[in-house]
């Protein structure tokens, strides 16, 4: 697919990408490599140009295989308010593509099953993809409809044996998880791994894709990511959303984005920066159980969670999982 040939290339010194802290102290153990769990935090104001540079800039300092690569970019899309930040914004994805093309991909499609909406393509359109995007439909495959191979789930948390996932999911190189940071009455917190439901077609399992909750919502998690080893993740919290999400919450401006390989680290880097305690997040527990990882073992690059970090609006219910 074309790119755009006229971008400049704005050298951004300020991301301080170079720069590691971590977050707690690192006196715990994981199977895992250090830098394989490092997050990028990099401070983004508004969705602007620059976009295309800091997405960029992320994936060289990750060193993310591109050459060549068949990539498909996962964001979140579930319903459409002009007044919520429901949706990974459109202006982000659109970045994501022309960076991951800038970068020698052989091939970006940009894939969603949303869990609410039967109508994906007019909900897109109302989100405002196809004035962001050229050709979006040309680019776009619904997961929600599109042809499904039986997947066994090896090990499964949840009561799951098997799913019937889009063939699409599995046909790319690397799965970019493109989620919004927002609150979660049920999980705390969506974000990167919560994403993965998209993937899970509504033409197979309905609408809003109950078997997911029947089976564990917080177990059905860590097994789709499971199915995933290939995966970098970049969190639109640039407008964020707060209290009762992941629809009728509030907006947050956050100003960043955080970025990484190890989708599970991402995750507790984000509800560290939201003030949510990942040892409380039940997905986390179970994905440490399983994964054989500490959360406190994660690496910060560019900004520090401390200077990014406010406390986000929680559901009455979830108080519990505050950050002391």
Same mark, same amino acid.
């Given at each position: 697919? @074309?790119?755009?040939?006229?971008?400049?290339? +704005?050298?951004?010194?300020?991301?301080?990408?170079?720069?590691? !802290?971590?977050? +707690? %102290?690192?006196? #715990?153990?994981?199977?895992?490599?250090?830098?394989?769990?490092? &997050?990028?935090?990099?401070? &983004?104001?508004?969705?602007?140009?620059?976009l295309f540079d800091v997405i960029r800039r992320i994936l060289i300092d990750h060193r993310v295989a591109v050459a060549g690569k068949r990539i498909l970019l996962k964001p979140n899309l579930v319903e459409f308010s002009?007044?919520?930040?429901?949706?990974? %914004?459109? &202006?982000?994805?659109?970045?994501?593509?022309?960076?991951?093309?800038?970068?020698?991909?052989?091939?970006?499609?940009?894939? /969603?099953?949303?869990? #609410?909406?039967?109508?994906?393509?007019?909900?897109? /359109?109302?989100?405002? +993809?196809? %004035?962001?995007?050229?050709? +979006?439909?040309?680019?776009?495959?619904?997961?929600?409809? !599109?042809?499904?191979?039986?997947?066994?789930?090896?090990?499964?948390?949840?009561?799951?044996? /098997?799913?019937?996932?889009?063939?699409t999911v599995f046909d790319c190189d690397l799965l970019v998880s493109l989620p919004k940071m927002k609150t979660h009455h049920w999980a705390g917190a969506t974000l990167a791994m919560k994403n993965l439901f998209g993937? &899970?077609?509504?033409?197979?399992?309905?609408? @809003?894709?109950?078997?997911?909750?029947? !089976?564990? *919502?917080?177990? %059905? *998690?860590?097994?789709?990511?499971?199915?995933?080893?290939?995966?970098?993740?970049?969190?639109?919290? *640039?407008?964020?959303?707060?209290?009762?999400? @992941?629809?009728?919450?509030?907006? $947050?401006?956050?100003?960043?984005?955080?970025?990484?390989?190890?989708?599970?680290?991402?995750?507790?880097?984000?509800?560290?920066?939201?003030?949510?305690? @990942?040892? $409380? *997040?039940?997905?986390?527990?179970?994905?440490a159980e399983k994964l054989d990882w500490d959360w406190q073992t994660v690496r910060q690059s560019g900004e520090t969670i401390a200077s990014v970090s406010s406390a986000f609006a929680l559901h009455p219910d979830l108080?519990?999982?505050?950050? $002391?």
């Amino acid at each position: 697919m @074309p790119t755009s040939t006229n971008r400049r290339y +704005f050298f951004l010194g300020s991301l301080g990408i170079g720069s590691l !802290a971590t977050a +707690f %102290s690192c006196s #715990h153990r994981t199977s895992l490599p250090l830098d394989a769990q490092r &997050v990028s935090i990099v401070r &983004v104001p508004s969705y602007s140009h620059e976009l295309f540079d800091v997405i960029r800039r992320i994936l060289i300092d990750h060193r993310v295989a591109v050459a060549g690569k068949r990539i498909l970019l996962k964001p979140n899309l579930v319903e459409f308010s002009a007044q919520a930040p429901i949706n990974t %914004s459109p &202006v982000l994805v659109s970045a994501a593509l022309e960076a991951f093309h800038s970068l020698g991909a052989a091939h970006v499609t940009i894939a /969603e099953g949303p869990g #609410h909406r039967r109508m994906t393509l007019d909900m897109a /359109e109302a989100a405002g +993809f196809f %004035s962001a995007i050229p050709r +979006f439909e040309d680019r776009f495959v619904d997961l929600n409809t !599109a042809d499904v191979r039986r997947v066994a789930l090896a090990g499964p948390v949840s009561t799951l044996k /098997e799913l019937y996932l889009p063939h699409t999911v599995f046909d790319c190189d690397l799965l970019v998880s493109l989620p919004k940071m927002k609150t979660h009455h049920w999980a705390g917190a969506t974000l990167a791994m919560k994403n993965l439901f998209g993937v &899970v077609p509504g033409s197979v399992y309905g609408w @809003p894709k109950n078997i997911l909750h029947w !089976a564990g *919502i917080d177990e %059905s *998690i860590v097994d789709l990511h499971s199915l995933f080893p290939r995966q970098f993740a970049i969190v639109d919290g *640039i407008e964020a959303m707060e209290g009762n999400g @992941p629809i009728l919450g509030q907006p $947050k401006h956050m100003g960043i984005l955080v970025a990484g390989a190890h989708t599970p680290s991402v995750d507790a880097t984000c509800c560290q920066i939201m003030r949510i305690d @990942p040892a $409380k *997040i039940r997905y986390l527990t179970l994905a440490a159980e399983k994964l054989d990882w500490d959360w406190q073992t994660v690496r910060q690059s560019g900004e520090t969670i401390a200077s990014v970090s406010s406390a986000f609006a929680l559901h009455p219910d979830l108080q519990h999982l505050r950050l $002391k």
